[in-house]
């Protein structure tokens, strides 16, 4: 299964700012892979980049 996100620039805006400033960890880890998402990585990439 493939998991492609387009994001538009708004979307990745707010996601660079949520991962950068949300009070809650698991927030910003969550913000930073939607964004590593939109940027065509792997899924197993996105795991060892945040170490989850």
Request: net charge positive; with cysteine; charged share 20%.
């Amino acid at each position: 299964m493939k998991c492609v996100v387009v994001l538009t620039e708004v979307e990745e805006l707010t996601l660079q700012q949520l991962s950068i400033n949300h009070w809650h960890q698991d927030i910003r880890t969550r913000g930073a892979g939607v964004l590593m998402l939109g940027q065509r990585l792997k899924v197993p990439v996105i795991a060892k980049r945040l170490g989850v």
